[in-house]
């Protein structure tokens, strides 16, 4: 089984950027199909990107319209989310999701207008 931690949430104004992290342990990340989803107040948890462990092979959500990148660093153990030019409605915990089946426990992230 493997254990996943997010980092790097926080608050940042309309059109700044974070970086969000999810560090592995227990497991070898590139043996998953890693994704990221978000869930607003009220609202259900949806996908925001999806990175395969077939290399280059990449999904997003269509809401993302370019401004979001996910990628995996394997010797890390690690995937990222870099989010730039952020919009009040990104406003939401984002989670780590390994193989539709391991959840990390979130990490906020909340944009200002």
């Known amino acids: 089984q493997v254990q996943l931690v997010e980092s790097g949430g926080g608050v940042v104004q309309a059109g700044g950027s974070l970086r969000l992290s999810c560090a592995a342990s227990?497991?070898?990340?590139?043996?998953?199909?890693m994704g990221w989803f978000r869930q607003a107040p009220g609202k259900e948890r949806e996908l925001v990107a999806r990175?395969?462990?077939?290399?280059?092979?990449?999904y997003y959500a269509e809401f993302v319209e370019g401004r979001f990148t996910i990628s995996r660093d394997n010797a890390k153990n690690t995937v990222y989310l870099q989010m730039n030019n952020l919009k009040p409605d990104d406003t939401a915990v984002y989670y780590c999701?390994?193989?539709?089946?391991?959840w990390g426990q979130g990490t906020q992230v909340t944009v200002s207008s």
């Open positions: 999701n390994a193989d539709k089946k391991f």
């Open positions: 990175i395969l462990k077939t290399p280059g092979v990449r």
């Open positions: 227990g497991r070898t990340l590139s043996n998953y199909d």
